[in-house]
């Protein structure tokens, strides 16, 4: 509805959801809209009205934008942009107020804010990059009133960037360790043609409810029937005894039961019992 002269919108917005309400001169509601927003959760506007039953925060760690805002639709959504020039605020924007917050916090709040706004980005590596630059600049943790630098906190900060980018880096170099049960086999088909030989055997049950089939035997005969995999060239390549474990234990739905610890999946403790049991997995014939 377009706004006429003698129209007044109250405007009235919640972190998830927006009310426009029209009077007329003799303060008559004549109109009024509802719109679903789509919440950005890297940081609040200053203003909002917030609801508890629309959202809740930790005002140690939250970042506030202050900027008068406005609804806008992109895409069939309706978001809050800055009234200023009717766009989403920027990443420099949240980082400019993410530096005056680490300026303005105790030192041992900072590991514990960043850790908080890193949770609210899906590409980290590209945020601890960026971030890398901000931090490492000493103007940025210049504190102009007073006009000292706040080389504890850059310190601070700087000590728990590299920390996470190491771990990062560790965690994309380091073998995945939940790998499904399929994509270790060779090929589909060998896969079920070793679940029917385990079924005719009685080591496995096919639970038609859920569609998935449950271990019967102990953990010790499931970590040799990984082995027993493994030397028989069932599998792609030879699988660290870890992932085989996560694999087989979800597979087998025995996940969180007795009896299939990660010690029961060692290297030496399988070969305490491979040459005990694998006899019993002897119709898994060498391919």
Request: include cysteine; aromatic fraction near 14%; hydrophobic fraction near 35%.
């Amino acid at each position: 509805m377009a706004k006429t002269p003698e129209q007044t919108i109250a405007k009235h917005f919640f972190y998830r959801k927006a009310i426009l309400e029209y009077y007329n001169s003799s303060l008559e509601l004549i109109d009024r809209k509802e719109f679903d927003i789509i919440p950005d959760n890297r940081f609040l506007f200053h203003g909002l009205d917030l609801d508890t039953l629309y959202v809740s925060f930790d005002e140690r760690y939250e970042i506030v934008i202050y900027e008068d805002f406005t609804i806008k639709e992109t895409a069939g959504n309706f978001i809050y942009v800055c009234k200023r020039n009717n766009e989403p605020v920027t990443q420099s924007q949240i980082n400019h107020e993410i530096v005056s917050k680490l300026n303005s916090i105790s030192v041992d709040l900072i590991p514990g804010f960043l850790t908080y706004q890193l949770k609210k980005y899906g590409r980290k590596m590209g945020i601890l990059k960026e971030w890398k630059q901000v931090f490492e600049n000493k103007g940025n943790f210049h504190d102009i009133t007073n006009n000292w630098h706040n080389d504890d906190k850059q310190k601070a900060a700087l000590k728990w960037l590299y920390d996470r980018i190491r771990k990062s880096d560790r965690r994309v170099l380091a073998p995945p360790k939940d790998i499904p049960l399929q994509e270790l086999f060779k090929t589909e088909e060998l896969l079920k043609s070793v679940l029917r030989r385990l079924e005719e055997k009685n080591v496995v049950e096919y639970l038609p409810f859920t569609g998935r089939y449950l271990w019967l035997l102990k953990g010790q005969d499931l970590a040799v029937f990984g082995e027993v995999l493994q030397k028989s060239g069932y599998l792609k390549d030879w699988t660290d005894y870890q992932i085989r474990r996560n694999a087989l234990r979800k597979f087998f739905s025995v996940a969180g039961k007795k009896g299939y610890s990660k010690r029961t999946f060692q290297n030496s403790s399988i070969e305490d019992w491979y040459e005990l049991k694998k006899k019993q997995f002897s119709f898994i014939r060498p391919i």
